[in-house]
């Protein structure tokens, strides 16, 4: 297991490039009665003759909703960088979980003084947000402009137990996941521990998600025969997602991940 403890002063770099995030396209899925709605940024000068890697990003709870906006609130504007989007060009989804669901199965208990109660225990069925995220992303990686051995998956918050869970439920599908902030089920990190490289980042004095949610899957992971690297940012509390994604490694390591 690799470990990073980085001072967050180090990190940060201020970023004055416009971001219109109204370059992220407006969709909906439907089946049924059930619609997930989705935001979908394609590369700059997309050829659909062309393989692009591509991202599933899960948003935090504080995002869940029908305005098909709020998702895009954190993470989004990193792949606006122009940058970013000339050095790794890539198809990036992100979906809005309804605002009565979880992308996973968890049991979750906010009636303690700190930081949330999370039981992952059994092997539950996955939540209609998470089964209609799975179907989304099948369809997208049977497109001939997705390079099926790009396929990556991030997440913050609840999204980070999200990230966690689809790659247990396909743990064949992803490149590599970067979950940020969030937990899981570590009896079932042996479903992925070899096929899926991960990247655990988390803030230390986490009030909203402890830690040790973070630290517990990393050695499950190691446990089960996975490397994964895990980032505990020193002083920081839930908001660890800023420091992720200023990290300058963490876009190369992503994309430098296949199949």
Same mark, same amino acid.
């Given at each position: 297991m690799k470990y990073y403890l980085l001072l967050p002063f180090l990190l940060f770099s201020f970023i004055s490039f416009s971001q219109d995030r109204s370059i992220y396209e407006k969709h909906q899925y439907i089946q049924g009665q059930d619609t997930l709605n989705y935001r @979908? @940024?394609?590369?700059?000068g997309f050829d659909p003759s062309t393989e692009y890697p591509f991202i599933l990003f899960l948003h935090g709870a504080g995002e869940r909703g029908d305005d098909n906006e709020k998702q895009l609130t954190h993470g989004s504007r990193i792949f606006l960088d122009p940058v970013v989007r000339q050095a790794f060009p890539a198809i990036v989804l992100f979906p809005q979980c309804p605002r009565d669901s979880y992308w996973a199965n968890v049991k979750i208990d906010r009636s303690g003084p700190g930081p949330i109660s999370l039981d992952f225990s059994g092997d539950n069925p996955p939540t209609q947000p998470m089964v209609m995220v799975q179907d989304l992303v099948d369809s997208m990686v049977a497109e001939s402009f997705t390079d099926d051995k790009r396929i990556y998956v991030m997440g913050l918050s609840m999204g980070g #137990? &999200?990230?966690?869970?689809?790659?247990?439920? $396909?743990?064949e599908l992803f490149a590599a996941a970067i979950p940020i902030c969030g937990g899981g089920n570590p009896d079932f990190a042996e479903r992925y521990a070899t096929t899926t490289p991960m990247w655990i980042f988390h803030g230390a004095v986490d009030a909203v998600v402890s830690p040790d949610n973070s630290m517990? #899957?990393? @050695?499950? !992971?190691?446990?089960?025969? &996975?490397?994964?690297? @895990?980032? !505990?940012?020193?002083?920081? $509390?839930h908001n660890s997602w800023d420091y992720a994604f200023a990290h300058p490694e963490m876009l190369p390591w992503l994309f430098a991940q296949h199949k």
């Open positions: @979908l @940024l394609l590369p700059d #137990m &999200g990230t966690f869970e689809i790659v247990s439920r $396909n743990p517990l #899957m990393a @050695l499950a !992971i190691q446990r089960a025969g &996975g490397a994964p690297a @895990l980032t !505990i940012f020193p002083y920081v $509390n």
